[in-house]
């Protein structure tokens, strides 16, 4: 853990930005999911990032291995590399705002693995908050139907997404487990440049079969933003503050993502989904409120 905490206001503001920024993810991933194979969409993403970041480290601190720091930052990385290349072969199947949705289901699990991780303490109000996400969660993604969620008709990119986000529920509790007070951008660099390479092992085939040539130029442009704004920010940001207020609460910032999700895409012309979804996003984000306000006191006591 760090020796000193920075002020609880600025941490929580970070992580509303870096939920602002992850939620366009969702919607940029889902117009490009089609031009390129999950593992390269997922692979060009890291590889842009670590290259954006080298000159940084390089001037800040040192491209020299640290075998420690590369080890624990692999274990770390294969978890988002599983998550990302699950949802942009999710995107394929379903929408933006259905990942948005099942992504809420990771707080859940995330606490789960938090208990017997790092043994963080949940109190009554925070596992009650936790189950109100999950259902809000659930009301979305089958739409306030309870024939579709007894008959738990989800599609295939719903199936596809649910398995990323048991990969990413581990994500803040290994940070946490596994931090050992370096400097968080040096953490995130390791994270990025291991994760290339677990998916240079298991998809670099995949690079020689694609025509180059052919991607349109909107998707190298969407690459680009993903790599910087929502890949080295939002992984520095959770990074930054999750060994500060937690596994569990950093995870429940995903709350917010239905919302800004319908925000971005009414902004894009999309319009809303049926209104009978739109309780369910009340409720996750009443129970991002109850988390972060029963944490909160938790801490003070």
Known sequence: MPTTTPPRPYLHLLMVISATLVSTSFTVGEAIAADLDPAVLTLLRFLLA?????????LKHSLKPNWSLIG?????????????????????????????????????????????LVRERLGRPQLFALALGLIGALWVIFRGDIELLLAMAWNRGDLIFLLGCLSMALYTP?????Y????????????????????????????????WAAVRPMVWWALLYLAVFTT?????????????????????????????????????????????????????????VVLQYTSSRLEKQ
């Not at 670590?50 to 390089?58: D, N, T």
């Not at 290994?174 to 596994?178: E, F, G, H, T």
């Not at 370096?182 to 085939?205: I, N, Q, R």
């Open 50 to 58: 670590s290259i954006l970041l080298a000159p940084v480290i390089s």
């Open 174 to 178: 290994l940070v946490k487990l596994l």
């Open 232 to 288: 080295v920010i939002t992984f520095f940001l959770t990074q930054y503050c999750t060994p500060h207020i937690g596994a569990t609460r950093a995870m429940a910032y995903s709350y917010l993502y239905p919302g800004l999700v319908l925000l971005i895409d009414l902004a894009l012309g999309k319009g809303l989904p049926p209104l009978r979804t739109l309780p369910g996003i009340g409720i996750v984000l009443l129970a991002m």
């Open 72 to 116: 624990r930052s692999a274990i770390i990385s294969c978890c988002l590399v599983l998550f990302f290349w699950c949802m942009f072969l999710a995107l394929r199947y379903t929408t933006a705002l259905n990942t948005s949705v099942i992504f809420t289901l990771v707080p859940s699990i995330s606490g789960l693995f938090a208990t017997f």
């Open 180 to 211: 050992r007070g370096e400097s968080m951008l040096l953490m995130t660099f390791w994270v990025l440049v291991t994760g290339s390479v677990w998916l240079l092992l298991f998809g670099a085939d995949k690079l020689l079969v694609v025509e």
